[in-house]
């Protein structure tokens, strides 16, 4: 089997999408990589970051918005989700783990039932 390419991305790349990286990428299966939509992220969005990933998961809409503002033609053929997380929690918090594996889980658990 595959390995299915996970790009979690938020603002700065400091406490969401880098928590939601280090989640998936202890999951048999899966790589991860986070990156942010600021140009003061820790880890900036690039081009490379999008084609490497085969599914894009995005903290809020405007992540969404932002990326699709700049990177329309990349994104054609990637899913990508929006979670729906505020920026209400500190890098590895209990409730944003938690958060983070119900909706992430459930992207994947459709995207798996969609392809079987």
Same mark, same amino acid.
């Given at each position: 089997?595959?390995?299915?390419?996970?790009?979690?991305?938020?603002?700065?790349?400091?406490?969401?999408?880098?928590?939601?990286?280090?989640?998936?990428?202890?999951?048999?299966?899966?790589?991860?990589?986070?990156?942010?939509?600021?140009?003061?992220?820790?880890?900036?969005?690039?081009?490379?970051? @999008?084609?490497?990933?085969?599914?894009?998961?995005?903290?809020?809409?405007?992540?969404?918005?932002?990326?699709?503002?700049?990177?329309?033609?990349?994104?054609?053929?990637?899913? @990508?989700?929006?979670?729906?997380?505020?920026?209400?929690?500190?890098?590895?918090?209990?409730?944003?783990?938690?958060?983070?594996?119900?909706?992430?889980?459930?992207?994947?658990?459709?995207?798996?039932?969609?392809?079987?």
């Amino acid at each position: 089997a595959a390995m299915i390419n996970l790009l979690f991305v938020c603002s700065r790349n400091q406490l969401r999408s880098p928590t939601a990286e280090a989640i998936w990428r202890r999951r048999p299966g899966f790589n991860a990589r986070s990156a942010g939509t600021s140009p003061h992220a820790r880890r900036p969005i690039s081009v490379q970051d @999008l084609r490497w990933a085969d599914v894009i998961f995005v903290m809020e809409a405007k992540h969404q918005h932002r990326l699709q503002a700049q990177f329309a033609r990349l994104l054609l053929h990637t899913p @990508l989700h929006c979670l729906d997380i505020p920026d209400d929690y500190a890098c590895m918090e209990p409730a944003l783990m938690a958060l983070l594996e119900t909706r992430v889980g459930a992207c994947l658990a459709q995207r798996a039932g969609q392809r079987a």
